[in-house]
């Protein structure tokens, strides 16, 4: 008898946690008596002027096909890279009034939030890695993430009953995509041709000026990632697929990496490969420190005077603000015109960089020049005249 | 085994991805300022700091296989490159750089891996002293690696540290000069010990009643010589991370062909050790564009061995 209580006590337990498995309603009311938000945040916002409450369908990165009867009033952001998906996001006007909760991770020390929703302080700030037992107490209608957070956080969501939309956002095709199903999500499809014709105009001008470019007349270019963390200095390419590669190609430029772009994500390789390759123009991109400093510290190295690019005065700091403009967030437009202007100076020589920074804030965030002269200028870095 | 790992060591001189994929000619060092340079400045220090790695890992073998007279204990399995790594990690966070707080801290928490790993085996009821070691080596190795994961992803915010990649598979990419000055005293002394003592290593391997009997003061030297072996790990995990197998495989090897006897395992070792490392980044520098962590080939190539030795006929231990 004494063998078989602990048996059975194991048993009941396990009966216990079978009767309390997640069909939704359970963990639902779990979370309610958990200190839910207040009944006054759990109605419907009123929906922006012109919107219509219809059921929308959309198709996320995924595949999913989703229905909402209506666009959701409670979203939230959650997982790695969900700044890329806010930044985003916040090109429409209807997120400052739907985004209820988001976890914010700042590549730089400051975020731009503040500037483009004025009712930031009001919503909830998820912590880092939040799981879904923390995001479900906000009650969303939608939940918003990339596509590789799938497993670890979308799909416990989903068992909680909770709608989730995937997106990519990591390449201009991807990025089209995603900025429509964002314009669906929130209501607001004309919104979303707007941001999609202010990138067509873009790159249709920096395709323009790269009109009759014989495939000789591509310089070699080495995008690297200068990484120094712990102290110690590693350089690192891009995957051949990824964003950056592409804005190399897109700009005018022959990516000289690629024999080494096969890993899945950045991959290290020594100087002695960058002085096999010896490109005729080297973009640095750091994002953790000021490239500008990194540059200034390897041109004083023997090795690197011995190459090319450094000769001829070809080695850039790629250029950023609140992050470096190389990746896949909604400045990659920015970062793809200054990388054309930076390949072929001849070609888009009256390309104005300034310009083209306050056009975009004004016209994808709504800033004035005034903000945009005190709060983003004086963040801008990397090799830009402006 | 001496003109061998020179041989290795001049060869390894001339591979790389300058100028071209795998083969430097010896003339371009007379006409190219820039390949000059990368032997002088890259490739030197690099197959300096590998020579270090490998010697110290696989004297450091031998020692605790010898000492704890265990032939499947290593430095990777008895918590002490994990440990070293740990101290690293932590060192970094709290000064922000390299120097040798890195190496010191690096040392006390290996010294620590290794004194818990030791502890805990003796607090074990069931299984032989082979099998109790073995389980709390994983268990302290266990619990650093998590200690190194921990302080990655909560621990740092900036992101000072490097990509957990580092820590668990190893690399030589960033070794400069500085890094090999600063291995140097701690990797020269350990390995000086350990050779000067090396015959006392044979009485260790005994029991203690026989090793007491005939003049070993078993306690003294025991300390002695772990101490020793931890400093060189300490030295050169804190500069290329957890690197394993070397130090498991070495000493079998060095058994297999020099007998069991300390005498002549231990320089086997140390130039064996050495020789196979400077084989091993070579590949992980040349093979490909992109560099390949070192710990993938010593993994790759030393469990290889490893089931070659275990596989052959007549392979035995002799403690």
């Known amino acids: ?29 779990t979370s309610e008596q958990a200190g ?18 219809a059921q929308i369908s959309l198709t996320d990165a995924n595949g999913n096909s989703l229905s909402f009867e209506g666009p959701p009033q409670r979203i939230v952001v959650a997982g790695k890279a969900g700044q890329l998906i806010l930044h985003s996001a916040y090109m429409f006007p ?30 909830t700030q998820l912590e880092k890695d939040a799981a879904a037992e923390q995001i479900a107490p906000s009650q969303p209608d939608a939940v918003l993430m990339k596509t590789y957070m799938a497993e670890s956080l979308g799909e416990p969501l989903e068992a909680l009953g909770i709608s989730v939309v995937y997106f990519d956002l990591e390449t201009p095709e991807q990025f089209n995509r995603d900025i429509q199903v964002l314009g669906t999500l929130l209501g607001n499809p004309e919104r979303a041709e707007q941001v999609l014709s202010f990138y067509q105009d873009r790159l249709d001008r920096v395709e323009a000026g790269l009109n009759g470019l014989a495939p000789d007349e591509r310089p070699g270019v080495l995008l690297i990632q200068h ?45 002695e490969q960058i002085a096999a390759w010896n490109p005729e123009k080297i973009i640095l991109v750091d994002y953790f420190s000021d490239p500008e400093e990194a540059i200034a ?24 603000d609140f992050l470096s403009w190389d990746q896949p967030d909604p400045r990659w437009i920015l970062g793809l015109e200054w990388l054309a202007k930076v390949i072929h100076p001849e070609r888009f020589d009256s390309l104005d960089m300034l310009e083209e920074l306050k056009t975009f804030y004004s016209e994808m965030y709504g800033l004035d020049a005034e903000t945009v002269e005190k709060e983003v200028l004086p963040l801008v870095n990397g090799d830009i005249d402006l | 085994m001496t003109a061998g790992l020179l041989l290795v060591f001049g060869l390894s001189i001339f591979i790389g991805r300058y100028p071209q994929p795998y083969w430097m000619p010896l003339k371009l060092l007379g006409e190219d300022e820039l390949a000059r340079q990368l032997v002088t400045a890259l490739r030197l220090p690099r197959l300096v ?27 990777g399995i008895l918590g002490v490159s994990q440990g070293a790594g740990f101290g690293a990690a932590l060192a970094i966070l709290a000064f922000s750089s390299r120097g040798l707080a890195v190496e010191l801290s690096a040392f006390v928490f290996a010294c620590l891996g290794l004194a818990l790993s030791y502890l805990i085996a003796r607090q074990l009821r069931y299984g032989g002293w082979v099998l109790r070691l073995i389980l ?52 020269t002394l350990g390995l000086l010990v350990v050779f000067l003592m090396r015959w006392r290593l044979n009485l260790l391997s005994l ?71 400077i084989f091993c980044d070579t590949i992980a520098r040349s093979l490909r564009a992109g560099e390949i962590p070192l710990g993938i080939i010593t993994s790759l190539l030393g469990a290889l061995i490893f089931i070659l030795l275990m596989a052959s006929v007549g392979a035995r231990w002799k403690p």
Not at chain 1, 236 to 259: N, Y
Not at chain 2, 54 to 75: D, E, I, K, W, Y
Request: net charge negative; glycine share 10%.
């Open chain 1, 297 to 320: 510290g390897l041109v004083q190295d023997e090795k690197w005077q011995a190459l090319k690019a450094v000769q001829e005065s070809n080695i850039y700091a790629f250029p950023g």
């Open chain 1, 227 to 271: 990484d120094s963390k712990g102290g110690e200095i590693a350089f690192k390419v891009p995957p051949e697929e990824w964003l950056q590669t592409m804005m190399v190609q897109l700009a005018g430029g022959e990516p000289a990496w690629t024999e080494a772009a096969e890993g899945g994500g950045w991959t290290v390789v020594n100087f």
């Open chain 1, 36 to 53: 839910a938000p207040d009944l006054e945040q759990t109605q419907q916002a009123e929906l922006t002027p012109g919107e219509k409450p």
């Open chain 1, 94 to 123: 209807e997120a400052v009034e739907r985004f209820v909760a988001m976890e914010q991770r700042k590549q730089r020390d400051i975020s731009m939030l503040p500037l483009v929703d004025p009712k930031l302080d009001e919503k």
């Open chain 2, 207 to 277: 029991s203690e009643e026989t090793a007491f009997s005939l003049g070993s003061r078993i306690g003294r030297e025991r300390t002695l010589l772990l101490v020793s072996a931890v400093a060189g790990i300490a030295a050169v995990t804190a500069v290329a991370g957890v690197i394993g197998w070397v130090g498991l495989i070495i000493p079998h090897i060095a058994r297999r062909i020099f007998g069991a006897s300390a005498q002549a395992t231990v320089p086997a070792t140390i130039l064996i050790g050495g020789g196979f490392v």
């Open chain 2, 136 to 187: 709390s080596g994983i268990a302290v190795s266990a619990l650093f690696s998590a200690g190194i994961g921990l302080l990655k992803y909560l621990a740092d915010p900036l992101t000072q540290l490097p990509e957990i990649t580092f820590w668990l598979l190893g690399g030589l990419w960033g070794v400069t000069w500085r890094e090999v000055l600063l291995m140097t005293p701690f990797v």
């Open chain 2, 49 to 75: 700091a590998a020579l270090m790695l490998g010697a110290s890992l696989a004297a450091a073998g031998n020692v605790l296989q010898m000492v704890f007279r265990n032939p499947l204990v290593s430095p």
């Open chain 1, 1 to 29: 008898m004494k063998s078989q209580k602990p048996i059975l006590v194991i048993t009941l337990f396990l009966l216990l946690l079978a009767a309390c498995s997640p069909g939704g309603s359970s963990s639902v009311q």
